[in-house]
């Protein structure tokens, strides 16, 4: 890839863009040229220059209509801002720095100074252009650039340390399913949600049937593989992206479902015992039958000023409870 810096020169004097277009290559620089502001702004979003070197009077669109369309695509990156002078071209990813434009002109006026200021040029320049001054101009802006870059790369790699801590923070770090912080908080902004909405919010509890037994029979390495499994296995009966699976701690997983009824639960969990049975896992110390089974508790509330999420949870879990105290490998509800 060629790092060295490319000038778009915007000029529609072709006497003036070749004396600009020697004396810049002789520096060392690539150029491109446009003749007026509209084939600027193709080469702009074709190109993405490092400086643009940028006149005022020029046919068809000005320096500073130009310079404000050159601001507003760089800022959108996405979409195209000029439709309206007839360019439709798209550019493909978010331009991340902004490129500076430097104002080339005859006019020397306070108005014409403001403008160009205005619109969003970074530098002013008159004619006739003294080059060992334009040189040190040009120079400078691109060091400010290549700064800038080293800067957005900088705070790019950041942003993405801190979101892959961030779901380290929240992933469970055996199953990679969520983990209990992450639900407690999903409880909450879901609770209210569904009290917005006045919609039902369900609860799941899910608990592996005689684990203690199977990790003595086969071993901690087989007890992890078979909790990996089960989180799979309640991952893919989630229908939704609003739905949620977490470990709530050692053998017993939640599932949270914003939107869904007592009913639609009660099926959630059924659709969960039939891919443990698919899963068939051999369970050689359970009394069930020799295969590893799960007990399941359901609880829904229509969240309210004067109900909580413990009401929520304390209800699943109770269900639970008599899920296993009836013999395990059942599904209860309760509600309050």
Request: aromatic residues 6%; glycine residues 6%.
């Amino acid at each position: 890839m060629d790092d060295t810096p490319l000038i778009l020169i915007v000029d529609d004097d072709r006497l003036t863009r070749t004396h600009l277009r020697r004396r810049l290559e002789s520096e060392g620089y690539q150029v491109e040229e446009a003749e007026d502001g509209r084939q600027a702004l193709e080469a702009y979003a074709r190109l993405r220059p490092d400086v643009v070197l940028l006149d005022i009077i020029m046919p068809i669109m000005d320096g500073f209509a130009c310079c404000a369309q050159l601001q507003k695509l760089q800022m959108s990156g996405m979409s195209d801002p000029t439709q309206t002078h007839g360019f439709a071209q798209k550019t493909q990813d978010y331009l991340m720095v902004s490129t500076p434009v430097l104002m080339i002109t005859a006019l020397e006026d306070q108005q014409s100074v403001d403008q160009a200021f205005e619109v969003g040029a970074v530098d002013y320049f008159t004619k006739p252009i003294h080059w060992a001054l334009l040189r040190c101009r040009v120079r400078r802006l691109i060091q400010q650039g290549q700064l800038y870059r080293q800067l957005e790369d900088t705070n790019q790699k950041l942003e993405e340390v801190n979101q892959m801590l961030q779901r380290l923070a929240s992933v469970d770090g055996l199953t990679q399913v969520a983990n209990r912080r992450c639900f407690d908080e999903m409880l909450i902004y879901q609770w209210q949600s569904t009290s917005r909405e006045q919609e039902p919010l369900s609860l799941i509890f899910v608990d592996i049937d005689y684990f203690k037994r199977y990790n003595d029979t086969y071993g901690h390495l087989a007890g992890d593989k078979c909790l990996k499994q089960v989180a799979q296995a309640l991952s893919k009966t989630m229908g939704r992206p609003t739905d949620l699976v977490a470990r709530y701690g050692g053998e017993e997983f939640v599932m949270l479902l914003p939107g869904i009824n007592l009913a639609g639960a009660n099926q959630v969990a059924e659709a969960i015992q039939a891919a443990m049975k698919r899963l068939d896992v051999a369970h050689a110390s359970s009394p069930l039958g020799a295969k590893m089974t799960l007990s399941l508790g359901i609880s829904c509330l229509y969240p309210s000023q004067h109900s909580s999420p413990i009401t929520l949870i304390k209800l699943a879990d109770k269900a639970l409870y008599l899920a296993k105290e009836s013999g395990r490998d059942r599904i209860c509800t309760l509600t309050p």
